[in-house]
């Protein structure tokens, strides 16, 4: 029975052990992973720094003039939601945040007497909704490992029409965002309409004299729309680099947790071990009791015959 126990024992350990291996490595490369989106991070920065400066420049010449993105549509019925989350699991609460959060986001519109238009990204928003019968405007898969500004642009091609067309009257954007490696938050941005606050004159900002053509009111919308594209972009490279920081701390303490049952499974096996040398040494004492036993006694039987069969002579 001991020797069974050990066997399964063994096997579990085994198996452990064969699955924190696969945690090490995967924590091993969300590590890497991270160094190579806080790159590209602050790669897409001075893009983005740039836009807001060209938007303020013209806002400080000219005054920001009126456009479609910077005030809600006034008999828009819908507002919409843009979820980001993984396309793989095992990254921890990453993924589950999102979702609750987007859910309730949802719920308080409803409350509200207005319709949900719902955008998502990655694999695990889709089939979640999917699941619960849940109807999306669009979704887009693989974006979320390395994402591109093609990608950016396509998730924001649906997001503008339907802005753009009096539909709906604002869009989030539901993510987690990076700050450090060890510091990400979930937060919900405001995609549309723009605030016009974020391009007012900063403290280094100059009244320039320029001459515009063909005209602010003509320029300002195709500015924009560039700056919606740039923000999805953004918000998308802080969920990857978020996504990998997530599965680096979920795979650390699964692997952790790995070594810790290794150890406790160890301690019960060198103890059924124990139980089965002990019980093995038992048995081995008792058998030898057994045969001393007996072997007195044909000793004793044979005495007495032989000591008969003389007295008989």
């Known amino acids: 029975m001991a020797g069974g126990q050990e066997r399964i024992l063994r096997r579990r350990i085994k198996s452990v052990q064969s699955t924190k291996k696969i ?6 490369i969300a590590a890497s992973r991270i160094v190579k989106a806080m790159g590209r991070i602050a790669a897409a920065r001075p893009y983005y720094e740039e836009l807001i400066g060209v938007v303020r420049d013209l806002s400080a010449s000219a005054g920001l003039p009126k456009s479609v993105f910077l005030d809600a549509p006034p008999e828009a019925a819908s507002k919409g939601i843009i979820a980001i989350t993984a396309d ?38 889709s089939s979640y909704f999917k699941y619960r019968e849940v109807p999306t405007a669009a979704s887009f898969f693989d974006v979320t490992d390395r994402p591109t500004y093609d990608q950016a642009r396509s998730i924001a091609a649906p997001i503008l029409e339907a802005y753009e067309s009096g539909q709906v009257e604002s869009f989030v954007i539901i993510s987690n965002r990076f700050y450090s490696a060890g510091n990400q938050q979930l937060e919900t941005t405001q995609l549309l309409p723009l605030d016009p606050e974020k391009f007012g004159p900063s403290d280094d900002t100059q009244a320039l004299d320029f001459e515009i053509e063909p005209s602010p009111e003509v320029i300002i919308d195709p500015l924009l729309r560039m700056f919606v594209e740039e923000t999805i972009f953004a918000l998308l490279l802080e969920a990857s680099a978020a996504e990998h920081a997530a599965r680096q701390r979920a795979m650390k303490a699964a692997s952790d947790n ?14 059924a071990r124990q139980d089965s040398i002990t019980t093995e040494i038992t048995e081995i004492v008792g058998g030898a009791e057994a045969l001393k036993v ?11 015959t032989y000591a008969g ?3 008989s002579r």
């Open 23 to 28: 945690t090490k490595a995967m924590e091993l």
């Open 258 to 271: 790995a070594e810790e049952l290794i150890k406790t499974l160890s301690r019960v096996m060198n103890r």
């Open 309 to 311: 069969r003389k007295v």
């Open 294 to 304: 007996g072997s007195n006694q044909i000793d004793q039987s044979y005495l007495l």
């Open 88 to 125: 793989r699991t095992l990254c921890g609460a990453y993924n589950s945040s999102v979702l609750r959060s987007a859910e309730r986001l949802s719920a308080r519109y409803r409350s509200e007497g207005k319709g949900v238009v719902l955008i998502t990204v990655g694999r695990r928003a």
